[in-house]
């Protein structure tokens, strides 16, 4: 399996123009981080977790030139923004895009882009919705997909587990109950935003606690705001085993 992460900021707390911030001033390509989002590689299917606002410049830097299907964590504008974005994919490939998400969700894509659901206008985004919830037990393109309950907040949203790896993104809390899933995965990729409380996702400190809890062999911290602190700065933070992601990270599991 090969992961690469596509991008690991997020539009919560987005830098101003001209943000003198240590994060917004630094010249460490370690700092600039697109919206949240992953490619998965395994075997050999491609899977994108997410599509945001900077989904088409992902594509192209990460040189992706198929997808065999999306898997959307939430509704929320800096994971579903980018979908317009599949057109070159149906057009190159003369295929609908399979995209995966909880009712709800598939719910506000609709509302948010109704020329893609409504008529047949030449041109517009073609997608395949396939409704799951963390109770299904979907396949995209045979690979079996275990979806995980996380808690945005009051939020429900999902994360993923496929094969070893584990992708939880604008996670707060999660219940007992869903942990069995985790159980055996080698890496685990959580979202921590901020050292400061925020009311819907974890800080730094309450993933470092989930992460230690898992155990999993590795950690990647991802969605970060440019208010945690620069790369180099929060790296000396982190205990063994855990790491923070960075945009064009590859990881081979
Ligand atoms: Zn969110
Ligand atoms: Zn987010």
Same mark, same amino acid.
């Given at each position: 399996?090969?992961?690469?992460?596509?991008?690991?900021?997020?539009?919560?707390?987005?830098?101003?123009?001209?943000? *003198?911030?240590? $994060?917004?001033?630094?010249? #460490?390509?370690?700092?600039?981080?697109?919206?949240?989002?992953?490619?998965v590689e395994y075997q050999g299917k491609t899977i994108?977790?997410? !599509?945001?606002?900077?989904?088409?410049?992902?594509?192209?830097?990460?040189?992706?030139?198929y997808i065999d299907g999306?898997?959307?964590?939430?509704? &929320?504008?800096?994971?579903?923004?980018?979908?317009?974005?599949?057109?070159?994919?149906?057009?190159? =490939?003369?295929?609908?895009?399979?995209?995966?998400?909880?009712?709800?969700?598939?719910?506000?894509?609709?509302? @948010?882009? *109704?020329?893609?659901?409504? /008529?047949?206008? +030449? /041109? $517009?985004? @073609? $997608?395949?919705? &396939?409704?799951? #919830?963390?109770?299904?037990?979907?396949t995209l393109a045979g690979i079996?997909?275990?979806?995980?309950? !996380?808690?945005?907040?009051?939020?429900?949203?999902?994360?993923?587990?496929i094969?070893?790896?584990?992708?939880?993104?604008?996670?707060?809390?999660?219940?007992?109950?869903?942990?069995?899933?985790?159980?055996?995965?080698?890496?685990? $990729? !959580?979202?921590?935003?901020?050292?400061?409380?925020?009311?819907?996702?974890?800080?730094?400190?309450?993933?470092?606690?989930?992460?230690?809890?898992? #155990?999993?062999?590795?950690?990647?911290?991802?969605?970060?705001? =440019?208010?945690?602190?620069?790369?180099?700065?929060?790296?000396?933070?982190? +205990?063994?085993?855990?790491?923070?992601?960075?945009?064009?990270? !590859?990881?081979?599991?």
């Open positions: 399996m090969k992961i690469t992460f596509l991008g690991t900021g997020t539009s919560q707390g987005i830098p101003i123009i001209g943000c *003198p911030c240590a $994060v917004c001033q630094s010249s #460490d390509t370690k700092d600039k981080r697109l919206r949240c989002s992953v490619q994108i977790i997410d !599509v945001g606002p900077d989904f088409r410049q992902q594509m192209l830097r990460a040189n992706t030139t999306i898997l959307i964590t939430h509704g &929320h504008n800096d994971h579903i923004a980018g979908l317009d974005d599949i057109r070159p994919f149906n057009f190159l =490939h003369e295929m609908d895009m399979p995209v995966y998400g909880q009712a709800n969700v598939l719910e506000f894509l609709k509302q @948010r882009y *109704p020329y893609i659901f409504q /008529g047949n206008y +030449p /041109g $517009v985004p @073609r $997608v395949l919705l &396939h409704e799951i #919830d963390e109770n299904s037990r979907p079996p997909i275990l979806p995980i309950l !996380v808690n945005h907040g009051n939020l429900p949203i999902l994360g993923y587990r094969g070893d790896f584990a992708y939880l993104t604008d996670f707060k809390t999660i219940n007992d109950s869903e942990l069995p899933k985790l159980t055996g995965i080698k890496t685990l $990729v !959580v979202s921590a935003l901020q050292q400061e409380q925020h009311h819907s996702h974890a800080t730094l400190e309450e993933s470092l606690a989930f992460a230690a809890q898992v #155990d999993a062999p590795m950690t990647y911290l991802t969605h970060l705001s =440019h208010s945690m602190g620069t790369h180099e700065a929060t790296a000396q933070l982190l +205990p063994e085993r855990i790491q923070i992601a960075y945009d064009g990270l !590859v990881i081979k599991l």
